[in-house]
């Protein structure tokens, strides 16, 4: 009987999934990125890598990537989360706020870098459209790998995002342009340049009113279900919806995914949807960095070994040189303007597409594309490596930026309230009466809604999920708050907060002096019975009443709730006494 084959979607996934189960975790011990990990699985599992052997050594089928385009479509949609993702981190208004960055500097970058590249070109016998076509190719820097490393909060973050959108918005005009130029093209590529702009700013307008109304909707319909796959699935819907639609007049499906994260960042959903997505963005992501491992043949670098280094470092120097500069004209601290200029001197993986385009187009032979997509991917390679050169080489022409710039205004420290009952808004109340900055977070969409209307400071987010904590509790932070009443839950929120954040507070809401002593065991700072606190308060109003002197009773109060300190303290296998509030009384300590 013989067995069934495996299906070669099956044994990709199965050399995939192994990678990131085995070797990513390898990398990641001795402190070297993924993103090298991952192109360096592409590079052995690769047709030139272990591929090669595969006619000699057929069981080596199973354990190698032959195909590549097989992969192109999950690599595509990496980006497409990357950008999402992206799009959850902004708003509109934050936007607004780079349009200088964005149109000016943007633009500035890619036109100067592309045009001189381009005339470097020329000058090597290059004819000019072609080397317009090649110099605008290399001046794209990598969306998906700068944005991950650098972020968008921080000075390099922030000056890096506002090139890359401006080169993605510039993706497909420009391959409009390179179809025009082709030596056999017509009025029609200008013609389908015109009807995909008019008809692409239809869409995004038709999908920024409608998503506005949409959206909050279908976010509070799923999650009312409380099934997280449910909500998965809307949030997938979205993302796919968005990047269809703009595919299907012509755009690159990475404008209509960043629109979509755009939109739901104007909503109290964001957290959620940006957890939710995030495991599934940095599996795709990694299946695109393999496909750039895979196009990297060691054999043909060798043989071209002097000419591919020397255009390596001729392109890294130059884009780093010009960005720099720029960002220096532009107003930015030398520190910045260095550790960004090296960071975005690499090519992209949108180098590849317009080198396709190009070489569709008979604006570039098939010998020179295959020789700057190794140069490209070799580019793509170092990338982690000179975000690494950038931020010593930043931190040595200027060691020491002022605290204003190290990120947003409006990125600042908050205080987290977990739970929105009438316990959280009564916290969050005081919070805000005594100016503390805080943001109180729920999983019951109505309540957040509620809370939004009556002016709290809410978000929808699931706290029984850690990478939604790891997201909120920013460096800084001044305590979490655990207000709700769901003992099991508290404790394993205390115990995942404490295990990744050795020195926060952490103020815990206890049921009682059995659940205090649990939490005080995970981790908690300060665990306050509710029980305890509520019955000792009504006491000392009852014997009040009841004419007994004041004196007394508040030192009968004090060696009650002493007695429950030895009981916590016996209990929850503490050193000390904890703490336990009072409103009659000065604080235990």
């Not at 780079?98 to 001189?116: N, P």
């Not at 964001?270 to 990694?286: D, Q, R, S, Y």
């Not at 780093?320 to 220096?328: D, E, F, K, M, P």
Request: a negative charge; aromatic letters at 6%; charged letters at 15%.
């Amino acid at each position: 009987m013989h067995a069934a084959p495996i299906s070669p979607l099956m044994a990709d996934a199965l050399v995939i999934l192994g990678a990131a189960g085995i070797i990513i975790p390898l990398f990641a011990r001795f402190r070297i990125t993924p993103i090298i990990g991952f192109i360096m699985v592409g590079l052995l599992v690769g047709p030139y890598g272990l591929g090669r052997l595969v006619d000699a050594q057929p069981w080596l089928a199973h354990v190698t990537i032959t195909d590549a385009e097989s992969l192109t479509p999950f690599a595509e949609f990496g980006i497409v989360l990357l950008l999402f993702t992206i799009g959850l981190e902004l708003s509109f208004n934050r936007l607004w706020d780079l349009r200088r960055l964005v149109f000016g500097l943007g633009a500035l970058e890619l036109i100067v870098i592309g045009g001189l590249l381009a005339a470097i070109l020329n000058l090597t016998g290059m004819s000019p459209t072609g080397a317009l076509a090649l110099g605008l190719a290399l001046a794209f820097s990598s969306t998906a790998l700068v944005l991950p490393i650098a972020g968008t909060t921080t000075p390099v973050g922030r000056a890096a995002l506002s090139m890359l959108l401006f080169e993605d918005i510039m993706i497909v005009p420009i391959i409009f342009v390179l179809a025009a130029l082709a030596p056999y093209a017509q009025a029609d590529g200008w013609t389908g340049l015109f009807d995909t702009l008019w008809q692409g700013a239809l869409v995004i307008a038709v999908m920024m009113v409608g998503g506005r109304y949409a959206l909050p909707r279908l976010f509070a319909l799923a999650a009312r279900t409380k099934s997280p796959e449910l909500f998965l699935a809307a949030s997938l819907l979205v993302v796919i919806g968005a990047s269809l639609a703009t595919t299907a007049v012509g755009l690159s499906p990475i404008v209509g995914a960043l629109v979509a994260g755009l939109l739901i960042a104007e909503t109290e959903y964001h957290t959620e949807v940006e957890g939710i997505i995030a495991p599934f963005k940095g599996l795709a992501l990694g299946v695109f960095l393999i496909t750039i491992g895979m196009g990297i043949d060691l054999g043909n670098i060798w043989a071209n070994l002097w000419a591919i280094t020397g255009a390596v470092i001729g392109v890294l120097l130059l884009k780093a040189t010009v960005t720099g500069v720029l960002l220096r004209l532009m107003g930015a601290r030398r520190g910045t303007a260095t550790e960004t200029g090296i960071m975005m001197a690499s090519p992209s993986e949108t180098t590849l597409i317009v080198l396709a385009a190009a070489t569709q187009a008979m604006l570039v032979d098939a010998a020179t594309a295959q020789f700057w997509q190794i140069v490209t991917a070799i580019g793509l390679t170092v990338t982690p490596l000179l975000a690494k050169l950038g931020n010593m080489m930043g931190r040595r022409v200027e060691p020491a930026p002022p605290p204003d710039e190290t990120g947003e205004k409006d990125d600042i420290p908050r205080v987290i309230v977990i739970g929105l009952g009438r316990v959280g808004r009564l916290v969050a109340q005081m919070l805000d009466r005594h100016g503390q900055a805080y943001v109180a977070i729920d999983s019951d969409p109505d309540m957040v809604e509620k809370a939004r209307r009556e002016g709290y400071k809410a978000l929808f987010a699931n706290a029984a999920r850690g990478d939604v904590l790891d997201r909120l509790v920013m460096p800084g932070c001044p305590a979490v708050i655990l207000t709700m009443d769901e003992h099991v839950l508290a404790q394993r929120i205390v115990r995942r907060l404490r295990a990744a954040n050795p020195d926060l507070p952490i103020i815990a809401r206890a049921r009682d002096s059995v659940h205090a002593a649990e939490l005080y065991r995970n981790g908690a700072s300060v665990a306050v019975p509710e029980t305890l606190e509520s019955s000792l308060q009504l006491s000392e109003a009852a014997l009040t009443e009841l004419g007994v002197a004041m004196g007394p009773v508040i030192a009968s109060i004090h060696e009650k709730r002493d007695e429950m300190r030895e009981r916590i303290m016996r209990e929850g296998g503490l050193d000390e006494k904890p703490r336990l509030r009072s409103l009659s009384a000065k604080p235990e300590v």
